[in-house]
T-cell receptor, first 113, second 113 residues
């Protein structure tokens, strides 16, 4: 059964720091892994989707890596800004297809000026 | 292109009442999903649909029902509301099961008293 764990649960940093958010999953037979951003009271916005054939994906200041053999993914945020403050969720597909997702509990990030 | 829309945004129900949460997408996506998110937790899959007329259970289907008569709409029905169903409900859609990202609605906050 797929389980997804995210550490740390919360993070508070000063503006400008480089950050690493961690995600681990138990079933390594995944075909992709996704990172989402959730702002308070809002829905989820997809940030990065890494296919199993890829090792990493980049979008602006965000870089996500995927290591299936160790069951880990990391989201790297460069030069953090107050606007990055949000909850970051990773999600892995449940075996059996249909793009059904199992979510971690998220990392709540606060970037202060 | 409105994406995924959900109504209502917020609702208070009494124990035993029924209601339908509405979800509509205008992206011609085949796959649609209902998730619930409890405070401080990740999202859990309630039901999903791979096309009009086809639905199946997710992780936590008890107490809910769904139908999918059109490609655009995927309503979630609560028949006998219980306090354990107090949560935020998110609808999502994706084009297919080939690992595409899911697009989320803004959520419906439900309080059962």
């Amino acid at each position: 059964k797929q389980e997804v764990t995210q550490i740390p649960a919360a993070l508070s940093v000063p503006e400008g720091e480089n950050l690493v958010l961690n995600c681990s999953f138990t079933d390594s037979a995944i075909y992709n892994l996704q990172w989402f951003r959730q702002d308070p009271g809002k829905g989820l916005t997809s940030l990065l989707l890494i296919q199993s054939s890829q090792r990493e994906q980049t979008s602006g200041r965000l870089n996500a890596s995927l290591d299936k053999s160790s069951g880990r993914s990391t989201l790297y945020i460069a030069a953090s800004q107050p606007g990055d403050s949000a909850t970051y969720l990773c999600a892995a597909p449940i075996s059996g297809g249909y793009n059904k997702l199992i979510f971690g509990a998220g990392t709540r990030l606060a970037v202060h000026p | 292109n409105a994406g995924v829309t959900q109504t209502p945004k917020f609702r208070i129900l009494k124990i035993g009442q029924s209601m339908t949460l509405q979800c509509t997408q205008d992206m011609n996506h085949n796959y649609m999903y209902w998730y619930r998110q409890d405070p401080g937790m990740g999202l859990k899959l309630i039901y999903y649909s791979v096309g009009a007329g086809i639905t199946d259970k997710g992780e936590v289907p008890n107490g809910y029902n769904v139908s999918r008569s059109t490609t655009e709409d995927f309503p979630l029905r609560l028949e006998l509301a219980a306090p354990s169903q107090t949560s935020v409900y998110f609808c999502a859609s994706s084009f297919g099961q080939g690992g595409e990202t899911q697009y989320f609605g803004p959520g419906t906050r439900l309080l059962v008293l």
